[in-house]
């Protein structure tokens, strides 16, 4: 396949898959299918003809919508069974009635009060022990860089010194995450006070610390979701065996099309601040739907977006963006979408939506990890090949 035929419009994804664009760009943040910005045209987007084939035979995931399958679009050989599938128990986190629960606990009313340490702890299953008693900081912090660089440093590092997560007991391991937790939180924030998690990243990100309870929602209402590549690509290392850096690296990995749809949600809020309408518009003549809008987990609307925004005293052009995309598109705005808000709102800067994705995806995945390894059972999958036999070539 040569490099013209390895990405494809976003018209010919769309017909090849038989679904709408929500759920296209669902596919996208959920890193389903890889897409990277047409370099003849940077408002659109080009998309990986390998993961557009491989999802053609998809059964319809639980929580996509707006599939409509068109006949003779399942190629043969290509059915669920071919391309292998996995079988991943969870205890960490579900939605219900259009609710997102973190073991039991609803997410909207722990991120109401409820420190990054405190949310971590439901998450974990750490209800007993604290394992964020007497942390202290590391003497030789990773600084410099971008944030993203910085968090994929400390676990790289961490890689290398940690044990496997296999052997070593569920308290100790637990006290591992908050370490871990606590050392890229370090790299951030940079030298300071030993306050709560929120309020050291406010100082690295300089956000003033009347604001730091935005981080604090932000990172807290994205932790978890549910099942998706980067929380598969985490279980899957700790299986294997690894650290937790290592499965929490594996899936931050794993997030490459979260942070691709995300920067397509932050350039639509820079467009739209001056125009609203007619961005939303736009993109609506463009690609069908607009960046951030479109809510695929949820039955009707993601409750995590009013659980932030409705404490972050938007501006009345900020505001404009939610309200005129709905009114557009017909579509609620995403929790992708509150957090570029968020982000513009406390001028994080062009990379800040993804540096709270980042953030708070890890708490989340090592919640996986420390759950695949201490109650986890075997991630049940299989592979059948369907190449061409031995010899035809």
């Known amino acids: 396949m040569g490099a013209d035929e390895r990405w494809i419009a976003r018209s010919e994804a769309l017909n090849r898959l038989g679904v ?25 987007s080009l998309y990986a003809a390998a993961d557009v084939a491989r999802l053609c035979g998809d059964e319809v995931a639980s929580g996509d919508v707006g599939v409509v399958r068109a006949p003779g679009l399942r190629p043969p050989g290509l059915g669920a069974a071919a391309r292998g599938e996995a079988d991943v128990h969870s205890s960490v986190s579900m939605t219900a009635e259009g609710r997102l629960f973190y073991r039991g606990r609803d997410v909207v009313q ?32 990773i600084v410099g860089g971008s944030t993203q660089r910085r968090v994929l440093a400390v676990l790289g590092r961490r890689l290398t010194e940690d044990r496997s997560a296999r052997l070593q007991e569920p308290a100790v391991l637990k006290r591992e995450a908050a370490s871990l937790l606590n050392e890229v939180v370090d790299s951030v924030s940079g030298p300071g006070p030993r306050l709560y998690f929120h309020q050291r990243l406010a100082r690295g990100f300089k956000v003033v610390d009347v604001q730091s309870h935005l981080l604090r929602r932000a990172l807290v209402l994205g932790a978890d979701k549910g099942l998706d590549a980067a929380v598969l690509a985490t279980r899957a290392a700790a299986d294997g065996g690894a650290s937790l850096a290592g499965a929490a690296l594996a899936g931050l990995s794993a997030l490459g099309g979260t942070l691709t749809a995300m920067g397509d949600v932050v350039a639509y809020v820079s467009e739209a601040r001056r125009d609203p309408t007619g961005a939303a518009k736009r993109w609506i003549g463009l690609r069908g739907s607009v960046p951030g809008f479109g809510v695929c987990d949820f039955a009707r609307h993601d409750p995590r977006v009013d659980a932030l925004l409705s404490h972050a005293q938007l501006t009345p052009d900020l505001a404009a963006i939610r309200t005129e995309g709905e009114a557009a598109g017909g579509q609620g705005a995403s929790f992708e ?11 994080l800067g062009p990379t800040g939506a993804g540096d709270l994705v980042l953030l708070g995806r890890l708490n989340g995945l090592l919640a996986h990890a420390l759950d695949q390894v201490i109650d986890g059972s075997p991630i049940r999958s299989r592979l059948r090949y369907v190449g061409p036999e031995p010899g035809a070539n």
């Open 20 to 44: 709408k664009a929500q759920t296209l760009y669902a596919y996208v943040s959920r890193g389903r299918i890889a897409a990277r910005p047409d370099p003849t045209d940077s408002r659109k």
């Open 337 to 347: 979408l509150a957090l570029a808000l968020v982000s513009r709102r406390l001028d």
């Open 110 to 141: 722990l991120s109401e009060s409820g420190s990054i340490e405190a949310a971590s702890r439901v998450l974990w299953d750490a209800r007993g022990d604290d394992p964020f008693a007497g942390l202290k900081p590391r003497i030789d912090p």
